[in-house]
């Protein structure tokens, strides 16, 4: 690619992107609301948000496997809607419960399988299948059929499966849920080595508060499809530092009754007077 546009330098770039679904009684459900997003390469990027936000609706139309109602997605500067091969080419997806991995097939035929969609094959394939399932500590297993396996090494097939054509971009939806400690540190460990060792951008989705802070460098948080902040980590970490207070007077206080106190808000609730500062007080 070439040009100075800043978008040539994004991972991925999503410009008011909206997903619309129809009820069989023709309602509307908006799983994605006008979502306007932008992500630069070589890091992870986190989506925080409670089940039913848009998180893996926003993934799958990434990868393109939904079609957004309107809006654009580029990834990498490609266009997803007219450019879905290149796209394509440069991105690994883990979708949440392991679902890009058939249970039947061994480690090694699900690796071999992956990488046969994307049009890798021979030596380079067997190569890379080989080197991920000995980094992932699955190369002894690796002709056990997957159905056997531990949650945790079913996650670690499908990592596998992600990064066999070696993607500069990785879609990662709730890649510790359901996980033991030691899956989940094995994870987490992995996700940050494909990032500082390798350069990769990770996409990671999660409603785990501590997975987000362990890996992310910026996170965007969404609600009922719509994104509500986006921001570094840092920033987020030091707006949830700072300290409330608030101050319960049994009874309800007429206003002549109540005191000015700077930074302090008073408010009627129920048979009380609660006095709330905005963050200021006391620091």
């Known amino acids: 690619m070439t040009g100075n546009s800043r978008t040539e330098h994004l991972a991925i770039k999503l410009e008011d992107v909206s997903k619309i679904y129809h009820q069989k009684d023709k309602k509307e459900v ?16 986190g989506f925080l948000g409670a089940n039913g936000a848009g998180k893996t609706t926003t993934i799958k139309m990434i990868c393109g496997l939904i079609i957004p109602t309107s809006g654009t997605i580029t990834v990498g500067g490609y266009d997803i809607a007219r450019q879905r091969s290149e796209v394509m080419s440069q991105i690994g997806v883990v979708l949440e419960g392991t679902r890009n ?29 080989e080197r991920l399932l000995r980094e992932l500590d699955l190369w002894e297993r690796r002709n056990d059929e997957t159905r056997f396996f531990s949650r945790g090494m079913q996650q670690k097939v499908a990592i596998a499966c992600a990064l066999i054509t070696d993607p500069s971009i990785i879609l990662l939806d709730e890649p510790t849920l359901g996980l033991d400690i030691q899956a989940t540190r094995t994870v987490k460990a992995w996700i940050l080595k494909l990032v500082k060792e390798q350069g990769k951008t990770v996409i990671l989705t999660t409603h785990q508060l501590d997975v987000a802070q362990d890996l992310c460098q910026r996170i965007a948080i969404m609600r009922q499809g719509q994104l509500l902040t986006n921001r570094p980590l840092s920033e987020l970490l030091q707006i949830f530092r700072q300290e409330y207070y608030q101050i319960r007077v049994r009874g309800r206080l007429e206003a002549w009754q109540i005191p000015s ?7 009627i609730e129920d048979e009380e007077t609660v006095f709330s500062d905005n963050g200021s007080s006391f620091m």
């Open 101 to 129: 991995i058939h249970w039947r097939l061994s480690a090694w035929q699900n690796v071999m399988y992956a990488g046969r969609l994307k049009n890798c094959h021979g030596k380079t394939l067997r190569q890379n299948a």
């Open 261 to 267: 106190l700077d930074g302090f808000t008073a408010t």
């Open 30 to 45: 908006r799983a994605v609301h006008h979502l306007n997003l932008a992500v630069e390469p070589g890091q992870v990027f």
